[in-house]
T-cell receptor, first 113, second 114 residues
């Protein structure tokens, strides 16, 4: 069935360093790729998304890249801050129903001050 | 607040009991989704409503799980004869429509079956 693989499962960086999280998806019909941040005891919150007609998207310290051919997409966080510490999930869906998401397994990011 | 609201925040029930979990979506959002998140995992899709009707229930694990949305707003997820394996966080999300729109998640209901 449809699947999204996410790596790494845990990531520890020093404050100010960059963090990169990578995902691959199996369903070539997927064309919407959001990234969610989930803090302890809270629901996932959308931080950035990308659609398949775009290769890269940036929002301040966060960027996402998409390689449709390889079915890879990545999240890049620059100048990390302690408040970036959380669990990050990638997901994939189709534009016909963008809320029906296949999630990756999550990456626990720890930013050390 | 204007976000997705889920009640209760926590629910502890005994094995074999029936439980109901409630979701209040963002006002005006026609699409509503239920997800289940086990410890250390990503959320897994359960069911999708467009208005009052369940348009896609392909993620419901078995017939002990059922959800309704009678007036196209509030939704209730119902679990019969609960099992310990049902323990998880149940998340609700809503969006303005189903196509090309962001899904907003609630904080979830943590269900523990003892």
């Amino acid at each position: 069935g449809e699947n999204v693989e996410q790596h790494p499962s845990t990531l520890s960086v020093q404050e100010g360093d960059s963090a990169v999280i990578k995902c691959t998806y199996s369903d070539s019909a997927s064309n919407y790729f959001p990234w969610y941040k989930q803090e302890l005891g809270k629901g996932p919150q959308l931080i950035i998304d990308i659609r398949s007609n775009v290769g890269e998207k940036k929002d301040q310290r966060i960027a996402v890249t998409l390689n449709k051919t390889a079915k890879h997409f990545s999240l890049h966080i620059t100048e990390t801050q302690p408040e970036d510490s959380a669990v990050y999930f990638c997901a994939a869906s189709k534009s016909s129903n963008t809320g029906k998401l296949i999630f990756g397994q999550g990456t626990t990011l720890q930013v050390k001050p | 607040g204007a976000g997705v609201s889920q009640t209760p925040s926590n629910k502890v029930t005994e094995k074999g009991k029936y439980v109901e979990l409630r979701c209040d979506p963002i006002s005006g959002h026609t699409a509503l989704y239920w997800y289940r998140q086990s410890l250390g995992q990503g959320p897994e899709f359960l069911i999708y409503f467009q208005g009052t009707g369940a348009a896609d229930d392909s993620g419901l694990p078995n017939d002990r799980f059922f959800a309704v949305r009678p007036e196209g707003s509030v939704s209730t997820l119902k679990i019969q004869r609960t099992e310990r394996g049902d323990s998880a966080v149940y998340l609700c999300a809503s969006s303005f429509g189903a196509t090309n729109t962001e899904a907003f998640f609630g904080q979830g209901t943590r269900l523990t079956v003892v």
